[in-house]
């Protein structure tokens, strides 16, 4: 079973029990990971915030006059992309080339397509596609992203080298 794609709120009862009750869910449908929450916030006028480090949200959550709660998405800025934001500007085109090759072969000697698609097509249901990465990514921290991705991907047994190799592959993709 998964735990931690749902954040939940503690009730003590009079006879001091607590109950645990699920405040926010649907992080995770079936086997799809949609969002993984990460920290909450409270503001003084009682507004709740959670942060999703795997869509890049903030959700806010707002108290309603008849007891129940509003839940709005704050999506984090994102960069514009291109070549100079995402760092890929400071590779020569040869130093570009070559990295996207030793990239590829990461990429397809850890067995990544298996769970990533690489377009929004995905070769499966349940591929998570590489899109967007350039509006969220530079390379040193998608290289970075790497030594501790979001589960449930798992922690590939890759030196710095390969982790930017395979960082510029990403990257440099149309």
């Not at 309603?64 to 514009?80: E, H, N």
């Not at 990544?112 to 969220?136: I, K, N, Q, T, W």
């Amino acid at each position: 079973v998964a735990d931690g794609y749902k954040v939940v709120s503690l009730h003590w009862q009079s006879d001091g029990s607590i109950v645990e009750r699920d405040f926010l869910s649907g992080f995770l449908g079936g086997e799809k990971l949609l969002g993984r929450p990460v920290d909450i916030a409270e503001a003084s006028d009682g507004t709740i915030f959670i942060s999703d480090d795997y869509s890049g949200s903030i959700y806010r959550i707002t108290a309603r006059d008849a007891g129940g709660a509003a839940v709005s998405s704050l999506t984090m800025p994102q960069r514009q992309g291109g070549a100079e934001e995402s760092g890929l500007a400071s590779y020569t085109p040869e130093q570009r080339r070559s990295l996207a090759e030793l990239g590829k072969s990461a990429y397809q000697n850890n067995a990544c397509s298996s769970c990533h698609a690489l377009d929004l097509s995905g070769s499966s249901a349940s591929a998570v596609p590489l899109v967007g990465l350039a509006e969220r990514y530079t390379v040193a921290e998608l290289a970075s992203f790497f030594t501790a991705p979001t589960p449930p991907m798992p922690v590939f047994p890759l030196n710095a080298a390969d982790r930017e190799a395979l960082a510029v592959y990403l990257l440099a993709r149309p």
